[in-house]
């Protein structure tokens, strides 16, 4: 699988459009991928987040489920 399995293109979403995707949902049925740099992610996250720094995400795709949406910022 390549990184385009895990992602769709999607148009960019404002804060207000995630946060209205997630309300409600299981984080189960999602994938929430942070990609800042550890100590960004150490000074605040969204709960449930997973960090997966941008310059190692494709070699750590494992970690996603590739058949549930994914959110990254």
Avoid: C
């Avoid at 984080?27 to 190692?56: F, S, T, W």
């Amino acid at each position: 699988m390549g990184i385009l399995d895990y992602f769709k293109p999607v148009s960019t979403w404002p804060a207000e459009k995630v946060r209205e995707f997630l309300r409600g949902k299981n984080p189960q049925e999602y994938n929430l991928v942070d990609v800042r740099q550890p100590q960004e992610y150490e000074a605040g996250h969204l709960p449930g987040a997973q960090l997966i720094p941008l310059g190692e995400l494709e070699g750590r795709l494992h970690e996603l489920d590739p058949n549930k949406p994914t959110i990254a910022y």
